[in-house]
């Protein structure tokens, strides 16, 4: 594992020399990229969401792009279109921002179901297809999108099929006043971005990639896993649980938080603190339960509470 620890804290340690004071929120994005998952950043505007993005994007050497979505745009203007060239009298393919390999995806809730639609093959397949042609995405591969929770008018919530596509979904959340004073200081001349240099190469990153999935998970950790998915189809403020792909990200995104801190094996404490990035976004509320303004984090926090949790030694290899 010590390929995925040496990858993971270079990208870390780069991306907080933008990004002051959210070690725990980029560890999270981190590890999305390890586990080849995607990210939805909810928050509030001009916390560095986008910072957040261009940081890894240069951290890792990887081609950039970044779609501001508005009600307006088309499917094409996110996978590309075919135009017809008079010269050769045949169909050119000219590629949208969607084919580079960090694509943040700004205000996504902005867009119109049909063009948040374009981005779900691109993230499930890692593929678009335009006028019949399938085009490959180069690996890495990462879409961060992010919405604002506060300005509703004018946006298009995102469907189940979409949210379920997401890894993780975290909050940058403001800075303290030591950390905001920080920030000041750290821009008085130039930001940061300017200097920012790749740490990790795309083989690096790639191999580190494949360690992830060897991290080891025991039976009762698996059904530790199910049990907490299973709550969330259960529980009497729930109208929609979690779907079976978020048992599989709480799965994943366990074994890379596991390599990160340099095990190879997965503990209960893994699932416990990535239980509410993985699941509570998945969960819809019922209508009793929005009414009493339940958030799905708090439903996530009482089924944590509610399932037993396997011995503490349970994770290791026997």
Known sequence: MSIVQAVAERIIDNVAQVIIGKRNEIRLTVLGLLCQGHLLIEDVPGVGKTMLARALARSIGASFSRIQFTPDMLPSDVTGVSVFNQRTHEFEFRP??????????????????????????????????????????DEP??????????????????????????????????PTPQEEIAMLDSQQYQHPLIGLTQVVSVEDLVAA???????????????????????????????LGASPRGALALYRASQARAAVIGRDYVIPDDIKALADATLAHRIIIGPNARIKDIAPSSIVQSILAMVPVPGATVGMRH
Do not use: C, W
């Not at 580079?100 to 063009?115: C, F, G, M, Y």
């Not at 494949?210 to 109208?239: C, E, G, S, W």
């Open 209 to 239: 990639q494949r360690a992830v999935r060897d991290v080891y998970l025991n039976t009762d950790i698996k059904n530790y896993i199910v049990n907490l998915v299973t709550m969330t189809r259960q529980h009497p403020d729930v109208y």
């Open 141 to 174: 591969f990462l879409v961060i999108a992010t919405q604002n929770p506060i300005e509703y008018e004018g946006t298009f919530p995102l469907p189940e099929a979409q949210l379920d596509r997401f890894l993780l979904r975290i909050r940058l959340g403001y």
């Open 96 to 137: 949208g921002p969607i084919m580079s390999q960090i694509v943040l995806t700004d205000e996504i809730n902005r867009a119109t179901p049909k063009t948040q639609a374009a981005l779900l093959e691109a993230m499930e397949e890692r593929q678009i297809t335009v006028d019949g042609h399938t085009y490959a995405l």
